[in-house]
């Protein structure tokens, strides 16, 4: 089957995909054309990750090397990481700083302002008459290529397409409601953390989409009481279904771990308990009860309020069968010295080896590894219905926002 068979047969309400999904190199490359520089918003950091003017960070969209800067003038800016001349990566670096706002292609020096022009070529005119370009030679014509850059919170964004809606338009009312949420007031930089996972980028997309999982594979959750599926909880859809939000609330009163007995979480003794509970403290920060959130933004980015744990996962794909996943980490620019430790301590529930979420990964590679050589075969996504619903309360009994994700990727991987 071509790339394109493949993804028509994906359900039209994304209750099951074939698995040649995650295994073809074709439709690898149909989602870097059609998705990545189709009429979508891949996230690329958040700004103050580049706070001063010349600082800047290099990424990727989809498998596109990406480079985000702030100008002088405050603005951001994003363009591909190729310089005009031969093609070399003008970054090396994963983030860093240029004191004169240059940046230059180490190959044969040629230079670029942070907004991705032209500035200076060596020997452009030759040298006492020798060599040189043409008469004609216009640096106009030879900048790299930019990306439109918008930014919703502290969160930045950047598209290839010039058709693409605007930023807070793809990602609808509902779904730029909780990013104001999480991020209600001003923010600073904590760290990151990268994990890199043998399996499809689309396997890790469905996870952070799968309510159903959370209980069952993360016992760390219902063994020590911070999320089990009885809490009270919504998911929310957007309108194509592939941007989603889950918010779970926090625990009321002192767990009881003998009500858990009745709820369909195995190994359910809850009679753990930890030496320095501090890792699980929750101390609320905002106007709601809402004390776990996971929200994940179609193709690029999950964003989390986890306890006290905030966090933008950025989903890159490396090849069919690699994923990298960046963590950035961040909390409020007036949290004091104990709120700083805080949070670096419930950091410890999420990351690459976090208690809550080291399994994901390695869910990811058993799915990869599973479905290997029957590409023909199908996944059943119909826990909970059929198809997407825009709304479900409770959650964690249904894979809704899973069927989502199937049914807007198959919209943008099929439109013309
Ligand atoms: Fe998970």
Not at 144 to 152: D, G, K, N, P, S
Not at 213 to 234: A, D, K, M, V
Not at 317 to 329: A, M, S
């Amino acid at each position: 089957m071509s790339a394109q068979q493949q993804v028509d047969s994906i359900n039209i309400n994304g209750n099951s995909a074939p698995f040649s999904v995650y295994l073809d190199e074709d439709v690898y490359k149909l989602e870097q054309e059609k998705l990545y520089r189709g009429p979508v918003w891949s996230y690329l950091g958040l700004d103050v990750e580049v706070p001063n003017a010349g600082d800047y960070k290099s990424t990727f969209v989809g498998d596109t090397p990406i480079v985000m800067t702030r100008d002088e003038q405050g603005d951001i800016h994003a363009w591909v990481n190729r310089c005009a001349h031969k093609g070399a990566l003008v970054c090396r670096e994963r983030h860093g700083h240029s004191d004169d706002g240059a940046f230059t292609c180490v190959y044969h020096q040629w230079a670029y302002d942070a907004k991705g022009d032209l500035r200076g070529v060596p020997f452009r005119r030759g040298l006492k008459g020798i060599g040189g370009y043409e008469k004609d030679f216009d640096m106009a014509e030879h900048g790299l290529r930019q990306l439109r850059v918008a930014t919703i919170a502290h969160m930045v964004f950047a598209s290839f397409d010039q058709q693409a809606p605007e930023l807070e338009a793809f990602l609808g009312e509902k779904m730029c409601e909780n990013i104001h949420r999480i991020m209600h007031k001003p923010i600073k930089l904590i760290g990151h953390a990268r994990q890199y996972m043998q399996g499809n980028w689309k396997l890790y997309s469905e996870n952070s989409r799968d309510a159903y999982h959370g209980g069952l594979l993360h016992l760390f959750y219902p063994t020590f009481g911070i999320y089990r599926q009885s809490q009270e909880s919504e998911g929310v859809l957007n309108d194509e279904g592939y941007h989603n939000y889950f918010n779970v609330s926090a625990p009321k009163k002192k767990v009881d771990y003998a009500e858990f007995k009745e709820e369909a979480n195995r190994e359910m003794q809850g009679a753990h308990e930890l030496k320095d509970p501090r890792v699980l403290k929750f101390v609320p920060e905002r106007d709601d009860s809402v004390g776990l959130s996971i929200q994940s933004l179609f193709p690029s980015v999950v964003l989390q309020q986890i306890q006290n744990t905030l966090a933008a996962r950025q989903v890159l794909p490396k090849g069919v069968n690699g994923t990298e996943l960046v963590w950035t980490y961040f909390g409020f620019e007036d949290d004091n010295e104990e709120m700083d430790r805080h949070r670096l301590r419930n950091i410890n529930l999420v990351g690459p080896a976090g208690f809550i979420s080291m399994e994901d990964g390695e869910a990811i590679e058993l799915c990869q590894n599973g479905v290997h050589r029957d590409e023909h075969e199908r996944s059943f996504i119909e826990m909970g219905g059929t198809e997407p619903a825009p709304h479900t309360s409770p959650i964690g009994m249904d894979e809704n926002a899973v069927r989502g994700f199937w049914k807007g990727y198959r919209k943008v991987m099929t439109s013309s």
